[in-house]
């Protein structure tokens, strides 16, 4: 969790409102998301709290890892920018969100293109999967995929790792 992080100041996903009043109800359960780019945003908020319950239980179950270890992520996540949104509003049972996510490595700003797949199952929308499109320092973006270094630092592929 970042450490100068205050639960009323602005939420981390960039809404502009007050985490409070945003994520924050997500988080705790007292409201589900509504579309698919609620669910990433308040995804990302959670990625950027570590809130690992959360991620779970918005992960599709057929495709929810076992374990989300954030012990080897050395990145300070910075901010998030959605790029396109295809479906995924509450009317619809599936979404698909592009987005940039931006965060620091080694004093150097990177970003990483996905575009992430969601799914509506009984009134609730949950994350599926996801594809790095690019990745790498912000002014030098290099196209990559599932077999791309994941940005968390492990050293494994990110679809053996956080794509999994």
Same mark, same amino acid.
């Given at each position: @969790? &970042?450490? %100068?992080?205050?639960?009323?100041c602005?939420?981390?996903?960039?809404s502009? #409102?007050?985490y /409070?009043?945003c994520?924050?109800?997500?988080?705790?359960?007292? =409201?589900? &998301?509504?579309?698919?780019v609620?669910? @990433?945003?308040?995804?990302?908020?959670a990625y950027?709290?570590?809130?690992v319950?959360?991620? /779970?239980?918005?992960?599709?179950?057929s495709?929810?890892p !076992?374990v989300?270890d954030?012990s080897?992520? %050395?990145?300070?996540?910075?901010?998030?920018?959605?790029?396109?949104i295809? =479906?995924?509003?509450?009317?619809?049972?599936?979404?698909?969100?592009?987005?940039?996510?931006f965060?620091? /490595?080694?004093?150097?700003?990177?970003v990483? !293109?996905? #575009?992430?797949?969601?799914?509506?199952? !009984?009134?609730r929308?949950?994350?599926?999967?996801g594809? #790095?499109?690019? @990745?790498?320092?912000?002014?030098q /973006?290099? !196209?990559?995929? =599932? %077999?791309a &270094?994941?940005?968390?630092?492990?050293?494994?592929?990110? =679809?053996r790792?956080?794509g999994?």
């Amino acid at each position: @969790m &970042p450490t %100068n992080f205050n639960r009323r100041c602005f939420c981390l996903c960039g809404s502009g #409102i007050a985490y /409070q009043h945003c994520c924050g109800p997500f988080h705790t359960g007292e =409201k589900i &998301p509504a579309t698919a780019v609620t669910l @990433m945003r308040s995804r990302y908020t959670a990625y950027v709290l570590r809130n690992v319950v959360y991620l /779970q239980e918005t992960w599709d179950v057929s495709l929810r890892p !076992n374990v989300i270890d954030f012990s080897r992520e %050395n990145i300070n996540w910075l901010r998030l920018e959605i790029t396109d949104i295809k =479906k995924g509003e509450a009317k619809d049972s599936k979404g698909v969100v592009a987005f940039k996510a931006f965060y620091s /490595q080694d004093g150097e700003e990177h970003v990483m !293109n996905e #575009i992430s797949r969601f799914t509506k199952t !009984n009134g609730r929308w949950f994350y599926l999967d996801g594809v #790095i499109k690019a @990745m790498g320092k912000v002014d030098q /973006q290099t !196209n990559l995929g =599932k %077999n791309a &270094p994941c940005a968390c630092g492990s050293g494994k592929k990110f =679809k053996r790792c956080c794509g999994a």
